[in-house]
């Protein structure tokens, strides 16, 4: 009501400004309490009334005038109103003087500011009414949108906080299966067999990272593949035991899905764990560079080494081992390609489309 006071006539300013001054207060809350703010007291009635009844409710008020108040319903539940004070000052010298006495004004100020007043015609009164009302119907949807907004609010929060302690879980269960190939490893004697172990807990390794990662994430529909990339050639380099072969890494920072993210991993593990395994037989130095960029949503995967390269039969795909098999079938579920040559050393080349975000 207070908020489109500007708009009101001069009557209902000076009735406004004079029961105000009844309170003998600047402070709202003081003057809301006192009993003797006029004209609020007849805002609120006529307000209340049209609350309680769920109707538009249109009455007399103590200034003289009228008041039309339309209630403001939200999802079925009327949780306020919004009024406005409209028609011609009284005439007549016996409502004249009652008003005076009521507000403590004298009546030649009433008179005065009544002869001033300019009478509006009745159809801008009517539409006044309808844009009152269209203004409860606006004010009710701004509300049943932010009720709104805070429920899907409310509901997301939810849903991240399942979802990180689902994450949380899975990388507790991982770390689990982790340890328990680790002992398995160490029980071993048949070193082929410890060789496939250490291949499959490198795997392990790879989704377990994207797990930490995904715990500390802000977004968990994204994650920063230069984090995960990074602490994942790291891993593996530590991993191998071959501190002899220096690592480049030259990783673009964007983001991608988990989903992606976790395929990508996997094939980098699977090709670096390849390049410990075979690039530096019997040589005492070597050095591997990881490059991921992302230029127009066409992400690129580099892995080169120099070390011994690969024969041409692999190179041809006309033989393969399961990690080399296992990376053409990720490549594909990627929808991208893989090539590799012999170019001082080995070089692996994965191209595809990063996937739009949901």
Known sequence: DYALGIFSSGWCRMMDTQSRKLCKTDDNQQALSCGQWLCHESCWKTSKT?????QPVDRA???????????????????????????????DDSTLQKIASLYNIPVEKLRKKQQEHQ?????????????????????????????????IQKQLSEKETLLREVHHRIKN????????????????????AKIALQD????????????????????LSQISIKTYIEELVD???????????????????????PRTAITVGIIINE???????????????????????????????????????LNEATIKEKSSGL??????????????????ENANGTKHIIIFEKPARH
């Open 50 to 54: 049209a609350m309680e009844s769920g």
């Open 61 to 91: 008020c103590s200034g003289g005038i009228r008041m039309y108040a339309v209630p403001v319903r939200v999802n079925g539940e009327v949780i306020g109103a919004i009024n406005f004070g409209y028609g011609d000052p009284p005439e």
């Open 235 to 257: 891993s593996i380099n530590s991993f191998s035991g071959k501190e002899f072969i220096s690592m480049e890494k030259h990783i673009s920072d964007f983001t991608i899905n």
């Open 119 to 151: 009478t509006r015609p009745q159809f801008v009164i009517d539409y006044a009414k309808k844009r009152i009302q269209y203004s409860a119907e606006l004010i009710a949807k701004l509300i049943e949108h932010k009720q709104a907004e805070v429920e």
């Open 173 to 192: 269960n991982i770390m689990n299966i982790e340890a328990c190939l680790l002992l398995q490893e160490d029980s071993l004697d048949n070193q082929e």
């Open 323 to 340: 990690g080399l098999t296992l990376v053409k079938m990720l490549v594909q579920q990627l929808n991208g390609t893989h090539t590799t």
């Open 271 to 309: 090709l670096l764990t390849n390049v410990y395994k075979y690039a530096f037989e019997k040589r005492a130095t070597g050095a591997v560079a990881v490059s991921i960029s992302n230029i127009k949503n066409a992400v690129t995967i580099t892995i080169q080494d120099n070390g011994i390269g």
């Open 200 to 219: 499959a807990i490198s795997r392990v390794q790879s989704m377990r990272i994207l797990y930490d990662k995904l715990l500390i994430a802000s977004d």
